[in-house]
């Protein structure tokens, strides 16, 4: 009897430990690598000292890796079931920031709660996934075929983009409607519609840059021509590009380079991160970078594509695009190829609210890896 009340005891810890096996501990391995990059980087950047950088980075990393193997745990059902909440509140943070939220760099996008600043547009990009992932995973491939259906979905959609140009935050937005975008996409969206809704786009282009702020038109005109303004809006880009021209194939080195070192390069601890590394590690180190960002990025394709299941997969997917859109538009904008958006790089750049969303989108990514073999969202289909 007591080897009976051991055993009942015994079997929860069981499932838990086969869980624990089932996650893709190399996928994990890259996200760590990912972590000590970023260490490095943030080191360098405080020019040669763990504070006040690196060491709260790390923390918080830290925090984000139990949250992130905790939710990889957690079953898809009760994710789901954590979408409108989740929503819910980033949509409440969202009105708040408009209202209290703490003024950055000319934008309202951070609310300060018990001390701690938050940017609520992190979190509305993970429960605008979930949500989308409930709400498709419930809709056939012909049911798609009906615009009337889209309309909630897109107003869902529509409400946290406007919400964030608000703050304003033209860089996100652009994000969150990108998102958005893939998951109807991957959901059955038909291609007509989606060309209906693209055409317009070229053509609104006028009434879009009438309605932007000062700043924004700034950026756009600095993109275009960085040399009209050389020490002021177009300072940030030129100096960009002088430090990646000027790492060569090797770099200059760890903590010799002297754009970053000599402070002519801005935001070197956020947005302008991976010009720094580039100017120390040269194109080589540059390169090895990028491949690691694609090699999560492809672990989260394949997560998705393993998935037996419609919520899974759209949910893997919308995670992993976010991801990829976070890395594209970082990238882009300190190459210059894009205007200066003020987007981070996610695990590499100085920041907590990015760091703990990303790590807990991880954590859902892994769920879905884990559970991948589950028929969530099967069973009301077999009843019928």
């Not at 991957?186 to 700043?215: K, Q, T």
């Not at 300072?235 to 070192?261: P, V």
Request: proline share 5%; net charge positive.
């Amino acid at each position: 009897m007591v080897f009976e009340k051991r055993l009942l005891r015994a079997e929860p810890n069981l499932k838990i430990l086969s869980k624990l096996w089932r996650i893709n501990w190399l996928y994990v391995g890259l996200i760590c690598l990912l972590a000590a990059v970023g260490y490095i980087a943030l080191y360098s950047a405080a020019g040669g000292a763990d504070y006040p950088y690196a060491r709260p980075q790390m923390m918080r990393f830290a925090i984000g890796f139990v949250v992130m193997i905790s939710v990889a745990l957690t079953p898809l059902r009760f994710l789901a079931k954590l979408a409108w909440p989740l929503y819910g509140l980033g949509i409440v943070l969202l009105l708040a920031v408009l209202h209290m939220g703490h003024v950055g760099k000319g934008a309202e996008r951070w609310i300060v709660i018990g001390g701690i600043a938050l940017q609520p547009s992190e979190l509305m990009k993970i429960g605008l996934v979930l949500l989308l992932a409930t709400w498709f995973h419930k809709i056939s491939w012909k049911q798609m075929g009906n615009p009337l259906r889209l309309v909630v979905p897109a107003f869902l959609v529509l409400v946290p983009v406007v919400l964030i140009l608000k703050e304003p935050n033209l860089g996100t937005a652009v994000i969150v409607g990108c998102i958005g975008a893939s998951i109807f996409f991957v959901a059955g969206m038909r291609l007509w519609l989606i060309l209906l809704l693209v055409c317009p786009i070229p053509f609104a282009f006028e009434f879009v840059y009438s309605h932007l702020h000062d700043y924004q038109k700034a950026r756009i005109t600095t993109f275009l021509h960085p040399e009209s303004d050389p020490l002021g809006a177009g300072y940030n880009i030129i100096q960009s590009k002088i430090a990646l021209g000027s790492g060569g194939m090797w770099g200059q080195g760890f903590l010799h380079g002297t754009q970053a070192q000599l402070n002519f390069l801005p935001e070197k601890q956020t947005d302008f991160i991976f010009t720094m590394l580039s100017e120390e590690w040269g194109f080589v180190g540059g390169a090895c970078i990028i491949g690691l960002l694609l090699l999560i990025i492809i672990g989260g394709m394949i997560f998705a594509i393993r998935s037996k299941n419609q919520f899974g997969r759209l949910l893997a997917l919308g995670l992993t695009m976010n991801f990829f859109f976070y890395c594209a538009v970082n990238l882009s904008m300190v190459m210059g190829a894009i205007p200066v958006g003020g987007v981070p790089l996610p695990m590499v750049s100085y920041g907590g609210s990015a760091m703990l969303t990303v790590m807990f989108g991880f954590g859902l990514l892994l769920s879905v890896q884990v559970h991948k073999d589950s028929t969530f969202g099967m069973e009301k289909k077999t009843e019928d």
